[in-house]
């Protein structure tokens, strides 16, 4: 068995995952000060200090992004992966990035998916884990933590609620990644 071409392929995807969160969080800051306590800040007509925003390897954001559901994401997964695409919820502090991407998997739209993608600012690390849920469809996030109070929390504990094409509905916990289905709702007897 041959794994160079398996390995090479994830080396790029990696190389990929990096320059779109690179790009995605390039504007993080921009909506306003993300200076640090203590520190004096100034903005100009309106824009944010240079610093903020701007993540490097060694250190942690000096911005944060306030949770929220995103009905027109890009995603960090290929769409050969999740297609379609449907919603994606996210957030970011200063040590960690986290988005949800909801759809299906692109070769079998009736499996349901949650393509997590987590980056570790001050550890450098990334990760990405695809969640199924089958007999689903496409899946819809429709409630999760948001705000800009919630970014550090809802990385560790957010409970993502959610409702599949073909009626089926859940909770995604990202405590662990996992699923919770709630009873199918049946008809009401005659």
């Not at 320059?19 to 909506?31: E, F, K, P, R, Y």
């Not at 040590?95 to 997590?116: C, K, M, P, Q, T």
Request: glycine fraction near 12%; charge should be neutral.
């Amino acid at each position: 068995m041959n794994s160079a071409p398996a390995q090479r392929s994830a080396s790029l995807a990696r190389v990929l995952v990096a320059l779109g969160v690179a790009a995605a969080l390039a504007g993080c800051g921009s909506g306003g000060s993300a200076s640090s306590p203590g520190s004096a800040s100034s903005t100009t007509a309106g824009r944010a200090p240079a610093s903020a925003g701007k993540i490097s390897a060694e250190h942690a954001m000096t911005g944060s992004v306030p949770a929220r559901i995103d009905r027109r994401p890009q995603g960090f997964i290929s769409s050969e992966a999740v297609w379609p695409l449907v919603n994606a919820w996210r957030t970011a502090d200063r040590h960690g990035f986290i988005e949800v991407d909801a759809g299906a998997l692109s070769y079998d739209r009736s499996i349901g998916v949650f393509a997590i993608f987590r980056h570790d600012f001050t550890g450098v690390d990334q990760s990405a884990d695809l969640v199924k849920v089958l007999g689903a469809g496409p899946l819809r996030i429709t409630d999760a933590p948001q705000g800009d109070r919630v970014e550090t929390a809802a990385q560790r504990d957010g409970r993502i609620d959610f409702t599949g094409a073909r009626g089926v509905r859940g909770t995604l916990s990202l405590r662990d990644d996992s699923v919770s289905l709630q009873p199918l709702e049946q008809p009401p007897e005659r």
